[in-house]
Structures are given as structure tokens and as C-alpha cells.
């Protein structure tokens, strides 16, 4: 898998908002999210990542399809946008070292069907604190929709593998992100 870490110094993401979910508070916000209805693996990686032991939280996804160029012309792709939550807000520089961590375990995946962009972008809490989140993107090719989404699907299971690793050692305090 082909992996991208970028620090995004733009507009940034929101964290607060009426429209957010908190799927922590009320996992059953679940349903109300299109995405996860429809795909059960992305519904798996939201619940994982939002779990109480889990120490992301996630405050936006999105699935789509777009169209590409060459023999794999169709691409699927999703986007969820997430936070490190130990309890107090993680500097850009914590925020790279998880991503590029997170790069290291996704690039261990063969292929290039399949590739992730990792975005460090500014954050907007709720109380207007400032931090920053990270926003996963993946995009998988296909010359087909159903191959593309099946590829995007396979992409996942390793995008939540990766992030699982990455929260035990965390919770183990192997990782160091202070």
C-alpha cells in the first residue's frame, strides 16, 4: 500500500458541531451514519476505533466513488477524520510521529491498488480550543466498481489492523506520544 503523511496548515477540521456524533457517548449513533449502514467493515473500523479502550475518536467519515484514469478506471475512497484522545490535546509533532508510524505498519501491505493519505490538520474543539486531528484517507482502484470496493474493503481491514497495533501499544505505553 502507498501511504502519504502530509501537515495540512489550512482551514482545518471541526471537532465541536451540532451535526458531529459521539460515538463513545451513544453508540447507536451508529445507524445514523449512511456509510456505516451500507458497509459493514466501515461500520467495524468506527466502532473499533470508538471503543472504550480504544484511545481514537473519530468525529467524520464519508464514502465515495469517483473515476480514474488508465485500466483501473473506477476508484473507491473513504475519509474519516479522527482525534487522539489520552486527555489532553497532542502537539502536530505527536500527531507525525503517529502518522508516520501508522505509514510504516499500512506500507508493509505489497501493491498499489490501494493507498492512503494521511492528513495532520488543525482542529476546532468544543469550549474553541485549538489542537489537531488527523484525517485518514484511502483510495482503492478497480476496473470495476465491485473490485474497487472490494480492494477498498480489504484496505480497511488493514487500515484497522494498523490502528489496533498502534492503540495496544499506546495503552502500553510502548508508544510514546507525549
Known amino acids: 500500500m502507498r501511504v502519504i503523511v502530509t501537515s495540512d496548515s489550512g482551514q482545518g477540521c471541526s471537532v465541536a ?37 480504544s484511545p481514537f475518536t473519530t468525529f467524520g467519515c464519508k464514502v465515495w466513488t469517483e473515476d480514474g484514469e488508465g485500466a483501473e478506471p473506477i476508484v473507491f475512497a473513504s475519509r474519516i477524520d479522527l482525534v487522539i484522545s489520552q486527555g489532553e490535546r497532542l502537539s502536530r509533532a505527536q500527531y507525525h510521529e503517529m502518522a508516520t508510524r501508522l505509514a510504516g505498519l499500512l506500507e ?24 489537531f486531528c488527523l484525517r485518514l484517507l484511502l483510495f482503492a482502484r478497480g476496473a470495476a466498481q465491485d473490485q474497487a470496493q472490494l480492494r477498498w474493503s480489504l484496505g480497511l481491514v488493514r487500515v484497522q489492523q494498523a490502528l489496533l497495533f498502534l492503540a495496544r501499544a499506546i495503552r502500553q505505553n510502548r508508544v510514546s506520544i507525549e
Not at 453508540?27 to 451500507?38: L, T
Open 17 to 53: 458541531g451540532p451535526e458531529r456524533l459521539d460515538l463513545r457517548e451513544e453508540p447507536a449513533g451508529i445507524d445514523r451514519i449512511d456509510a456505516a449502514r451500507r458497509y459493514p467493515a466501515f461500520r467495524g473500523l468506527l466502532l473499533n476505533l470508538n471503543s472504550d479502550e
Open 108 to 131: 508493509r501491505e505489497a501493491g498499489d491498488a490501494v493507498r492512503a493519505e494521511l492528513h495532520i490538520s488543525p482542529a476546532q474543539f468544543t469550549g474553541g480550543f485549538e489542537g
